[in-house]
């Protein structure tokens, strides 16, 4: 069966970095991309971005594009996300999501667990 | 960026009735490129309906999806007590993919 499994909570710093994993199984990692959605506490959803683990193109929000960088490990099915220069406001939990291969035009099909990042001095 | 409206922001019913919930967008989706969530708390959101009117492998039929354009609506037929949760409707036609802001579903 599908899964996608996330990587702990992180507790941060202001200004620091945190980068968050998903390590996908149960079908073929490269046939498929990763989105990144973030969910602020007792907030909706949002999406950060887009990346394909078939040729590694991405697409970012504009919102997030000057401080995130999204990567994937085909060697291990896995899909990295870094965050920059974190805010207070970036407190949230950060899901990951399996979508399309070739666009980010594609609805979410299985969610990773989320991981709670949390930042305060 | 497309902007999702969703309605009413809180509905409030009792278990075997019928919920319609309402997603208008503020710019018509492209290819009817619209999907449905269910978010129980703790709980990662889970693909109820995608392309609009699609059932996503395991979903009841209870649930259904309709409409184009800008307008779009879920139907739960017949509420069951774990259909009790937040719904959030996505657009994925025109990047970035936006969500609205969700429909609580309560028992009342």
């Known amino acids: 069966q599908v899964q996608l499994v996330q990587s702990g909570a992180e507790l941060k710093k202001p200004g620091a970095s945190v980068r968050v994993s998903c390590k996908a199984s149960?079908?073929?990692?490269?046939?498929?991309?990763i989105n990144w959605v973030r969910q602020a506490p007792r907030q909706g959803l949002e999406w950060m971005g887009w990346i394909s683990a078939y040729n590694g193109d991405t697409n970012y929000a504009q919102h997030f594009q000057d401080r995130v960088t999204m990567t994937t490990d085909t060697s291990t099915s896995t899909a990295y996300m870094e965050l920059r220069s974190l805010r207070s406001d970036d407190t949230a939990v950060y899901y990951c999501?399996?979508?399309?291969?070739?666009?980010?035009?594609?609805?979410?099909?299985?969610w990773g667990q989320g991981t709670l990042v949390t930042v305060s001095s | 960026e497309v902007v999702l409206t969703q309605s009413p922001g809180t509905l409030s019913l009792s278990p075997g009735e019928r919920a319609t919930l309402s997603c208008r967008a503020s710019?018509?989706?492209?290819?009817?490129?619209l999907a449905w969530y269910q978010q129980k708390p703790g709980q990662a959101p889970r693909l109820l309906i995608y392309g609009a009117s699609n059932r996503a492998a395991g979903i009841p039929d209870r649930f259904s999806g309709s409409g184009s354009g800008t307008d779009f609506t879920l139907t739960i037929s017949r509420l069951e007590p774990e259909d009790f949760a937040v719904y959030y409707c996505?657009?994925?036609?025109?990047?970035?993919?936006?969500f609205g802001q969700g429909t609580k579903v309560e028992i009342k």
């Open positions: 149960g079908y073929t990692f490269t046939s498929y991309g």
């Open positions: 710019q018509s989706v492209s290819s009817s490129f």
């Open positions: 999501a399996r979508g399309g291969a070739y666009s980010s035009s594609s609805f979410l099909g299985y």
């Open positions: 996505q657009q994925y036609g025109r990047s970035p993919g936006t």
